[in-house]
T-cell receptor, first 112, second 115 residues
Framework: GIQVEQSPPDLILQEGANSTLRCNFSDSVNNLQWFHQNPWGQLINLFYIPSGTKQNGRLSATTVATERYSLLYISSSQTTDSGVYFCAVVNSGLDGYQKVTFGTGTKLQVIP | EAQVTQNPRYLITVTGKKLTVTCSQNMNHEYMSWYRQDPGLGLRQIYYSMNVEVTDKGDVPEGYKVSRKEKRNFPLILESPSPNQTSLYFC??????????????FGPGTRLTVL
């Protein structure tokens, strides 16, 4: 099956710093999402981004489907950005069904 | 408000005592799914449903059952829970407009402990 790897696995930032999180996938995908899991465990939708670039406030994301990666940019980080960031991809399996696979996650800690 | 709800949010139970975790969505989504999240293993899909009366196994279906009798509801059933099913469970839904998965929306999670 498809492999979805995220990097870095762990990241510590000083408040106000910028960062880039990466999601690599091993096969073509039909769509891709980025999520933030906050310290209380809730999964929050950040971007639905099968291709191209989107921005939402201090966050932006770019997916280059032909090169099999997506990037999540966090600018001017805040302590509330702490948590785990996941990408999730959907691709067509051998049986034709579309399968959802989550990446390994990036654990971000923003310190004041 | 568009949302996916799960109940209960927290549950402590004992081995072998049947339980059901409910999931409901109000977005008229065709696709619904259950995931479990475990430390070091990430989120793994248990079962999914493409529409009413259509369900299929995900990556880790053993020990679980599901049903989809109504479009809005997708309960997860543990007939005889065991301690290795202690986990954080998420329900999700998305539309299948255009014949493909669209944005998935997740419920708040159910933290299950089986003693």
């Amino acid at each position: 099956g498809i492999q979805v790897e995220q990097s870095p696995p762990d990241l510590i930032l000083q408040e106000g710093a910028n960062s880039t999180l990466r999601c690599n996938f091993s096969d073509s995908v039909n769509n891709l999402q980025w999520f933030h899991q906050n310290p209380w465990g809730q999964l929050i939708n950040l971007f639905y981004i099968p291709s191209g670039t989107k921005q939402n406030g201090r966050l932006s994301a770019t997916t280059v489907a032909t090169e099999r990666y997506s990037l999540l940019y966090i600018s001017s980080s805040q302590t509330t950005d702490s948590g785990v960031y996941f990408c999730a991809v959907v691709n067509s399996g051998l049986d034709g069904y579309q399968k959802v696979t989550f990446g390994t996650g990036t654990k971000l800690q923003v310190i004041p | 408000e568009a949302q996916v709800t799960q109940n209960p949010r927290y549950l402590i139970t004992v081995t072998g005592k049947k339980l059901t975790v409910t999931c409901s969505q109000n977005m008229n989504h065709e696709y619904m799914s259950w995931y479990r999240q475990d430390p070091g293993l990430g989120l793994r899909q248990i079962y999914y449903s493409m529409n009413v009366e259509v369900t299929d196994k995900g990556d880790v279906p053993e020990g679980y059952k599901v049903s989809r009798k109504e479009k809005r509801n997708f309960p997860l059933i543990l007939e005889s829970p065991s301690p290795n099913q202690t986990s954080l469970y998420f329900c999700a839904s998305s539309s299948l407009a255009g014949g493909r998965y669209n944005e998935q929306f997740f419920g708040p999670g159910t933290r299950l402990t089986v003693l």
